[in-house]
């Protein structure tokens, strides 16, 4: 970044936010302003779930203007589409647990907020870890079933399923704010 910086020389240089990201976007905002200084600030997906804090974020980091605002994430209002979305409307505390208690087992295979380390990626989640995740959302603000993109979920086993999923090899990566569990090998653990 460096270098192109260096070569290209802009005016202006923008840093382009997702407007999901969470409170983490200070940390992505400064490091990206210490290497290219930012001049503006546009944020996208602001119509989503989030409540754009990582805006605030990223403008209280590097001392750049919001300069736009961009939306996507209702786009069939555009098309005369009505959107539904059952799960911004009921208690998500009682949703995750009831997907529990019905036999749903899910593993986290993605994480991009604030409160969601590494140690999160590839869990299988239980009961307690929903209690845990309840007292980090009320802390950091994300959605507690991940509705605005905080994180990622595989299902492993339910109802539905005639054989669990078995995860034999998998792939942890971590970039200090965010990861991913890359599963390369699975099995269906009994014949369907």
């Not at 990206?32 to 602001?46: A, E, N, R, S, W």
């Not at 993109?149 to 792939?171: H, K, M, R, W, Y």
């Amino acid at each position: 970044m460096t270098r192109i910086g260096a070569v290209a020389n802009p005016d202006l240089a923008l840093l382009i936010i997702d407007g999901t990201i969470g409170q983490q976007c200070f940390s992505q905002a400064e490091a990206f302003h210490k290497t290219v200084p930012v001049g503006g600030i546009i944020i996208t997906k602001l119509d989503s779930s989030a409540k754009g804090g990582g805006a605030l974020a990223a403008a209280a980091a590097t001392g750049a203007q919001i300069m736009y605002i961009g939306t996507g994430e209702r786009i069939g209002n555009n098309l005369g589409l009505e959107i539904i979305s059952p799960l911004w409307h009921i208690d998500q505390k009682d949703y995750l647990q009831e997907l529990l208690e019905s036999g749903f087992k899910f593993i986290i295979t993605s994480v991009t907020s604030a409160g969601l380390d590494q140690s999160w990626l590839g869990r299988e989640i239980t009961r307690q870890d929903v209690e845990q995740l309840v007292k980090l959302s009320a802390k950091h603000g994300f959605n507690l079933a991940f509705e605005g993109g905080e994180a990622e979920t595989f299902v492993i086993d339910c109802p539905l399923f005639c054989s669990p999923i078995g995860v034999i090899q998998a792939n942890k990566i971590w970039d200090g704010y965010r990861g991913r569990f890359e599963i390369t090998e699975a099995i269906l653990e009994k014949q369907c």
